[in-house]
T-cell receptor, first 113, second 113 residues
Framework: NAGVTQTPKFRILKIGQSMTLQCTQD?????MYWYRQDPGMGLKLIYY???????DKGEVPNGYNVSRSTTEDFPLRLELAAPSQTSVYFC????????????FGPGTRLLVL | KQEVTQIPAALSVPEGENLVLNCSFT??????LQWFRQDPGKGLTSLLL?????REQTSGRLNASLDKSSGRSTLYIAASQPGDSATYLC????????????FGDGTTLTVKP
């Protein structure tokens, strides 16, 4: 099992550009999450999904969009990138709500200039 | 607001010392509490998951306790080693949050040889 994979590892965007961060898990997990982590801080939830076709907002959803067409994939879309979106983005998955641990991907480091 | 606080933000100890990391949360109605380890530039690795009905969990040199009434959890690391140097994050899933986790900002541990 590859676990949770994320691409790209690092990206530089100009203000106003858009991009999609990819996340794939091969553990047949129902729950998937997108977090962002700013320097020296904990993780803040952007969006989450409880299954294919079902998504909901987390703590900091503004400026982002998600979709979940399959169990395996949970892409995060950034529209009109802003410097405030400079961060490290982590995707995670779990089988159910909280009974099992969350598994994290290696992260995508995004710099918006 | 449901918050998670970790104090201190940084801790430095000599090799071999036993140490305790602290996590406090504002609402006792939690679903579970999880401790993660994060190495620089890496994703998160789950260390211990404590369900709300449990008082502690152990894995090797690690022991995590949970006291819901006081809103506290501790992570005890026995006989610390330089390889334990990392940032340790506490995450709480509250009953009202539909499986979403709230993270503390972490404690950065340095174990000196």
């Amino acid at each position: 099992n590859a676990g949770v994979t994320q691409t790209p590892k690092f990206r530089i965007l100009k203000i106003g550009q858009s991009m999609t961060l990819q996340c794939t898990q091969d553990m047949n997990h129902n729950y998937m999450y997108w977090y962002r982590q700013d320097p020296g801080m904990g993780l803040k939830l952007i969006y989450y999904s409880v299954g294919a076709g079902i998504t909901d907002k987390g703590e900091v959803p503004n400026g982002y969009n998600v979709s979940r067409s399959t169990t395996e994939d949970f892409p995060l879309r950034l529209e009109l990138a802003a410097p405030s979106q400079t961060s490290v983005y982590f995707c995670a998955s779990s089988y159910s709500r909280g009974r099992e641990t969350q598994y994290f991907g290696p992260g995508t480091r995004l710099l918006v200039l | 607001k449901q918050e998670v606080t970790q104090i201190p933000a940084a801790l430095s100890v000599p090799e071999g010392e036993n140490l305790v990391l602290n996590c406090s949360f504002t609402d006792s109605a939690i679903y579970n509490l999880q401790w993660f380890r994060q190495d620089p530039g890496k994703g998160l690795t789950s260390l211990l998951l404590i369900q709300s009905s449990q008082r502690e969990q152990t894995s090797g040199r690690l022991n995590a306790s949970l006291d819901k009434s006081s809103g506290r959890s501790t992570l005890y690391i026995a006989a610390s080693q330089p390889g334990d140097s990392a940032t340790y994050l506490c995450a709480v899933t509250y009953n009202t949050n539909a499986g979403k986790s709230t993270f503390g900002d972490g404690t950065t541990l340095t174990v000196k040889p």
